[in-house]
């Protein structure tokens, strides 16, 4: 069973190309098998993430209870300020731990409760209360997987050599995006045609249960006891942090880049619900699953990209971004309402592949440019940073309401300048061994 698993693993790694210097010989003998865990540990949590998405089922659903315009445009920025801000706080504790994968079990526990308890407030019935209690829910479950982040790029960093890193996340996406096909087509021929708010709880008891089998998997990696930090305290963690801001300009330009690609995940809400002209749950899982084919296609290009160069795939990211923008700023115009629709799943096809590759980009950058011996401060520097961003362009949901095509003319010029910065980083490749 151990030489097959190594076999397959090797011929999707091309591990005879590849260094395992970036992590100590004892985890290298165990990272086929940890390969394998990761993968199927994400396929299962990458399911969950497309099944409950903050950019299309969420706002879906809050629109069909009635929710404001602004509840919805909240949704991408608290995702990110409630799992990112908080980070700096954590990441001390965490780096005293040895063994840091029960961080993210626990994380992935608390995120399935938040689910289960959306199911349930959605089966109440009370419209007025429901939207607000979800939001809440919605943000202690963002906070949970910012714990959970923050340990996940530590457990990596141990347990998957550098030049893997990359092909295995676009693993976890491919799997997850192909899991995510069914449960499209289910929603698109079997509930097709309704509006039932019991349809939109079930989905959330989905989720639950795929988290909960997520952390059970991730619990079995074999993960060896590493070095600890000593445990600074917040203050002194967020000294270190502007230290390394200011002695560290290429991270500092990296961390403006990644601000600057949170543009492409803050325009799908406004995208999705293009695709309301049709309230149907049919509609909602057409969206789920052109999502899923784009990201299933593209994840193993995007991988194999990241691993050789994550600072091109930030460059690509940024000027995709900048098409979808574009595209979504005109078609409006051209287009009658019963034609919208289409344009929508068009648009989200191609905004999920840009975002896969975004996200892969901007994960393999980091970790593989944070040194060894302070990753944890990096990583949690990076996440605060973009915490402290992505609570600002909460803003937009606000000037949204005015419009949403201001709001995307204003993210094709940010994208652009984005990808000027993205030009000038250094490669990350080694730098972190």
Not at 105 to 127: D, E, P, T
């Amino acid at each position: 069973m151990s030489s097959t698993v190594d076999r397959v693993h090797s011929f999707l790694t091309d591990e005879e190309l590849r260094s395992c210097d970036s992590i100590p010989e004892e985890a290298c003998q165990e990272s086929p098998g940890n390969f394998f865990k990761n993968i199927i540990n994400g396929t299962l949590t990458r399911l969950a993430e497309r099944i409950i998405h903050p950019g299309i089922t969420l706002p879906w659903i809050f629109s069909a209870l009635g929710a404001s315009g602004i509840w919805i445009g909240l949704l991408v920025p608290a995702r990110d300020a409630g799992s990112l801000l908080p980070q700096l706080f954590v990441s001390a504790r965490i780096r005293t731990l040895n063994v840091r994968k029960w961080v993210w079990v626990l994380s992935a526990i608390i995120q399935g409760l938040c689910l289960l308890f959306s199911g349930l407030a959605i089966q109440s019935g009370n419209h007025t209360i429901t939207v607000p209690v979800l939001f809440f829910l919605f943000l202690l479950f963002a906070i949970a997987s910012g714990v959970a982040s923050l340990a996940y790029k530590d457990v990596t960093a141990k347990t998957i050599p550098s030049g893997q890193r990359g092909t295995m996340l676009s693993y976890r996406a491919l799997f997850g995006a192909l899991l995510s096909v069914p449960a499209g087509l289910g929603l698109l021929y079997f509930v097709r045609g309704t509006d039932d708010v019991w349809i939109y709880a079930m989905l959330f008891y989905v989720a639950t249960a795929l988290w909960w089998m997520a952390a059970l998997i991730f619990s079995r990696i074999v993960e060896f006891v590493g070095a600890t930090g000593g445990g600074r305290n917040p203050w002194k963690e967020a000294k270190a942090g502007i230290g390394i801001l200011r002695g560290d300009r290429n991270f500092l330009k990296f961390l403006l880049v990644r601000a600057l690609l949170f543009l492409v995940p803050l325009m799908l809400p406004y995208i999705s619900l293009m695709g309301r002209q049709d309230d149907s749950v049919g509609m909602l899982g057409s969206l789920i699953l052109v999502g899923g084919l784009a990201e299933m296609i593209s994840s193993p290009f995007w991988g194999r990209q990241a691993d050789h160069s994550s600072r091109k795939l930030l460059q690509i990211s940024c000027l995709l971004g900048v098409f979808i923008a574009v595209a979504a700023l005109i078609l409006p115009l051209w287009l009658e309402d019963r034609w919208l629709s289409y344009a929508c799943l068009g648009l989200v096809f191609v905004h999920s592949i840009v975002y896969s590759g975004a996200r892969l980009a901007r994960k393999t950058y980091l970790v593989d440019y944070a040194p060894k011996e302070d990753r944890s401060t990096y990583i949690s520097v990076a996440n605060t940073f973009m915490g402290f961003f992505t609570a600002a362009a909460a803003g937009f949901a606000f000037l949204g309401q005015s419009g949403f095509q201001w709001l995307l003319l204003v993210f094709a010029v940010l994208l652009i300048l984005g990808f000027l910065l993205a030009s000038s980083l250094d490669e990350a490749t080694h730098r972190a061994e």
